[in-house]
Every structure is written in C-alpha cells, then in structure tokens.
C-alpha cells in the first residue's frame, strides 16, 4: 500500500492536482518551432515558425477536461503587424538641430528573437530615396534624416514579397518596433478544436499526445 501512495505521489501534477499551463512553452523539432503561450487561466496564443506553410498563428480559449486540454481556436484578426512608433528626447549625441534619429528594434513575430540583416529605408513623401540602413545582432538600426514637412515612407523588408510600411513625421527622435510576421504565416480558422491528452504538466514541461504522436514542449525561461 505504501509503494502505491509514493507513485502516486510521483505522477505529475496534471491529472491529481490543479497546475495550469503558464507562460510559454516551445517545442522543437529540426527546422520547425512551435509555441504556446498561455496568458491567463483561460486564454493562450499558438505559433509554428518553419520553412512550411502552414496554419502558424491562432489564439482561444481552452479548458482542461480530465486527462485532455480542449483548445478552441477564435478569430485571429490580425498577426499584429503595425509598427510601433513612439516619440522621445533626442540624444545629444545623435540628435542636433533640423535633424530626426529613427531606433529601429526588429524582432521576429513568433519567437520574438532579433531580426539580423533586416533592410529599412525611407524615402520622403514624394517616394524619393533617402538613405537605407541593415540591422544588426541586435535586431536594431539607427537613421538620420533632416526634418521636412508631410508624411515620410518607411519601408521594412526581410524575405520575398513580405515588405512592411508605415508613415512618420520627421519632427524629432523616435523609437521604431515592430514585430516582423514571416512569408507564409496564416491563422488558424476561428471555431477550430485541437483536443491532446496530457502525457505530463510541470513547472519544467509540458508533453501532449495526439494519436501515436508525443510532443514535447520545454517551458521557456522568463
């Protein structure tokens, strides 16, 4: 009886207790990533970023029911691509008088990593060319422009024809952030239900099953 009460003791805590997923989890398997992130005791965000193309952005509602999570998928109305812009005191040594500083922070939309090599150009409100910057390490890129009057282009390329766009008034320094959604990335259709056994729920992981296939999501550090 004894060893009876210890393994159950040692079973995770999914089925016997009450810990619910929290914050993020990824799973990876070659090239492809996959992530849940669950936001409150209800609410979760999905994403797939990989070379395929596939259903790679959704968020909803689930529940957990017995030894399954019940994922019901709502309408993804949109896969956040505006671009930030905030103003803010210029640098004394990056700002001077007449001239604007764009901080560019480019981060990849699904795993929120830096984007490298991203290209960002701008160009004045009759489309001609100005100048043209690459990110770095970091995802970040810095420009310079004279101040005019009228809406300036910004221009955000990383891969195909997925180019990003947005308007700015030159009239002094701004932080510039933008998510960037990869070629390929769709929504997963609102009313669909994805329903896994849980195999183990822990402050370390979470395994689910589908069929024959086991997934492994590591829960990311916060």
């Known amino acids: 009886m004894k060893t009876l009460i210890v393994l159950i003791l040692l079973l995770p805590m999914t089925i016997f207790g009450q810990l619910k997923p929290s914050g993020k989890y990824n799973w990876l398997q070659k090239t492809e990533t996959y992530h849940f992130i669950f936001l409150n005791d209800s609410m979760f965000e999905y994403h797939h970023i990989g070379p395929t193309v596939t259903a790679n952005n959704g968020r909803g509602i689930y529940i957990i029911k017995g030894d399954s999570i019940i994922m019901n ?66 995802g970040k890129a810095s420009i310079k422009v004279k101040n005019g009057s009228g809406d300036y282009n910004i221009n955000i390329y990383f891969d195909g024809l997925n180019t990003h766009n947005a308007k700015v008034r030159l009239n002094g320094c701004k932080d510039i952030k933008y998510d960037y959604p990869r070629t390929g990335h769709l929504n997963v259709a609102g009313g669909t239900v994805w329903r896994f056994k849980i195999k183990e729920l822990s402050k370390q992981r979470m395994i689910l099953q589908d069929g024959e296939n086991e997934m492994n999501y590591e829960k990311a550090k916060e």
């Open 73 to 138: 998928f709502v309408e993804y109305d949109s896969v956040k691509n505006e671009i930030a812009i905030t103003n803010k005191p210029c640098n004394t040594d990056k700002g001077s008088a007449g001239y604007s500083v764009l901080d560019f922070t480019i981060t990849d939309y699904g795993s929120r990593r830096p984007m490298i090599r991203t290209i960002i150009s701008i160009r004045d409100p009759k489309m001609k060319f100005i100048n043209q910057v690459l990110t770095d390490s970091m």
